[in-house]
């Protein structure tokens, strides 16, 4: 017969136990601007199962909503290529994964900075456990024209022209690299080579979700 000690120890056991199946599997995807993230995340959905979610491409949907609360805010980071909020970002990114049916993430192009970092363990480090980080490095250059070619083929990104660009790279450069070498320090980055071929790059990254 279970004493009373046993019973107690086996109902923490279990909640412990359900709350931890109950959280987020989460990659965060970074590189960039033009790093060909975006394109790779694709091809891990469409082969893993993951589900995508570009931080910058929740905060532009937000933005185009009609009577958006944030909608101003969010537009005049995005022109001047500056960082949104962290509440604001995972708030945005909370409520897609609650309103997924899968529990496996691609965070695309986020954490960007330390704020987003602290951010993101403060409202969410709880709810998920970071699998790695998914690094795309890649020469100025190369992004450049990315973006360049990206835009002049109507990409309909207000960021895709030269002036948000420079921006975009300081920003990358100053802010988001840091964190990067942050997840590195802890042995969590996943370093891929960028300029490739979009197939060969794939190839090397599907070995780290097989």
């Not at 001047?80 to 909020?85: A, D, K, Q, R």
Request: proline content about 2%.
């Amino acid at each position: 017969m279970l004493n009373r000690f046993m019973v107690v120890s086996w109902v923490s056991r279990t909640v412990h136990s359900l709350v931890m199946a109950a959280k987020y599997n989460v990659v965060f995807v970074l590189g960039g601007p033009g790093a060909g993230k975006g394109t790779q995340c694709a091809k891990i959905v469409e082969k893993f199962g993951y589900v995508h979610l570009s931080a910058g491409d929740l905060l532009r949907e937000e933005r185009a909503k009609s009577g958006s609360e944030y909608g101003e805010l969010i537009d005049g980071h995005i022109k001047n290529g500056t960082i949104v909020p962290v509440e604001i970002t995972c708030r945005l990114l909370e409520r897609a994964m609650k309103n997924s049916e899968k529990n496996d993430f691609l965070i695309d192009g986020f954490p960007r900075n330390k704020n987003n970092y602290e951010g993101w363990n403060k409202e969410m480090g709880d709810k998920t456990d970071l699998k790695f980080v998914l690094f795309f490095t890649c020469p100025l250059e190369v992004c450049t024209q990315r973006c360049l070619d990206r835009g002049a083929a109507g990409s309909g990104r207000t960021d895709d022209n030269i002036e948000s660009l420079k921006k975009r790279f300081d920003t990358y450069m100053n802010a988001t690299m840091p964190i990067i070498e942050h997840y590195e320090s802890k042995g969590l980055v996943r370093t891929i080579d960028a300029t490739r071929d979009v197939d060969e790059i794939f190839d090397e990254v599907s070995k780290l979700f097989a």
